[in-house]
């Protein structure tokens, strides 16, 4: 059974959509909630298979831990991250898969190119540092489409509840020798974007040192 | 005669004893917090008032002047002040994230 975890925080506008692209391509689709404000969780409710809801706002890491788990409970062997906002493309889910068959980590992987300039040079620096700190090549270590085998769920468990959850879920990968590769996915970019940005850089620069020394 | 920061600190004492009592009156602490936050407050005022009093341990640990003292004392309260909000912060989170956890599990929704 094929899962597919959203974590969503206000995010109204694009969800329902999202919920019903990505039910094309897997059996169940968890929606968390995570302390919204607005009507995400009546869309939630609406369109998706399971949704859980979080009273209070968490954390991107903390709503992915709840939908995780939730998955490995309905015996999800495949399970599919992607964000809530429609930056994602759910068709792109396919081929995340289809990769998953000859790894344990898929993770997608954007067009720097088309990335807003002040998010560019964030997601390089941090891939490089990436690179240097754990020995690993990863061109995109903030991406959150990604796919992975529940069984590796254990093994790569973050404990982050905002900041880097991406980046300590490539960490503990690499720290546990996990096989993971990359394949290349559309991103749609909004008006508003909310990825990484320059001081998130930071804060993940130095909790990548933390988790490289102090884990 | 009594020195410009002895007076600093006998004022904070004094001010912090009545902000302590406050928050105790208002119920955000406890008798217990409150005798022992006033201890603290009562020691900083009678150790500013009479500065000689604290020269034994200023003398047995070979520390110049009764100022640095003061300065090294408070750095180590501090420390310890951190650690323990620290310790603190970690059990409460540790625990709302149960708290959460339970709740979203309990008010699942299952699509019929």
Same mark, same amino acid.
């Given at each position: ?149 529940? /069984? ?38 909004? /008006? ?8 998130d850089g930071i804060k993940i620069a130095l909790l990548m040192a933390k988790w490289r020394f102090f884990s | 005669m009594i020195s410009g920061i002895q007076i600093v600190l006998m004022g904070f004492s004094v001010v912090m004893v009545f902000i302590t009592y406050n928050y105790y009156r208002r119920k ?85």
């Amino acid at each position: 059974m094929i899962a597919a975890v959203i974590p969503a925080y206000n995010e109204e506008k694009y969800l329902k959509d999202v919920i019903l692209k990505t039910r094309k391509f897997v059996d169940k689709v968890i929606v968390v909630d995570d302390g919204s404000k607005d009507r995400t969780v009546e869309i939630a409710k609406k369109y998706a298979d399971i949704t859980l809801h979080h009273v209070v706002n968490m954390g991107k890491g903390f709503a992915l831990r709840t939908g995780f788990e939730e998955a490995i409970r309905e015996r999800a062997s495949k399970i599919v991250m992607l964000d809530a906002d429609g930056q994602h493309d759910p068709s792109d889910i396919p081929k995340l898969l289809r990769a998953l068959s000859d790894t344990e980590l898929v993770v997608g992987s954007r067009d720097f190119e088309k990335m807003p300039l002040r998010a560019r040079f964030a997601n390089i620096f941090l891939s490089f540092l990436f690179r240097c700190l754990f020995g690993t090549r990863i061109n995109d270590t903030q991406s959150g489409f990604r796919a992975l085998k529940s /069984e590796i769920y254990k093994k790569i468990k973050w404990k982050s509840n905002r900041y880097g959850v991406e980046t300590e879920m490539l960490a503990n990968a690499a720290k546990k020798k996990i096989n993971y590769s990359e394949v290349p996915i559309k991103t749609i970019y909004h /008006e508003i974007y909310k990825g990484t940005n320059f001081t998130d850089g930071i804060k993940i620069a130095l909790l990548m040192a933390k988790w490289r020394f102090f884990s | 005669m009594i020195s410009g920061i002895q007076i600093v600190l006998m004022g904070f004492s004094v001010v912090m004893v009545f902000i302590t009592y406050n928050y105790y009156r208002r119920k955000n602490l406890e008798k217990r917090d409150l005798l022992i936050w006033v201890a603290v407050w009562v020691v900083l005022f009678l150790a500013a008032l009479f500065p000689q009093s604290i020269s034994f341990f200023v003398q047995n640990l070979h520390i110049e002047r009764g100022m640095d003292f003061f300065t090294i004392f408070g750095f180590v309260f501090l420390l310890i002040v951190v650690f323990v909000l620290y310790v603190t912060v970690f059990k409460m989170q540790s625990k709302i994230e149960a708290i959460i956890s339970a709740i979203s599990q309990k008010e699942k929704h299952r699509k019929k």
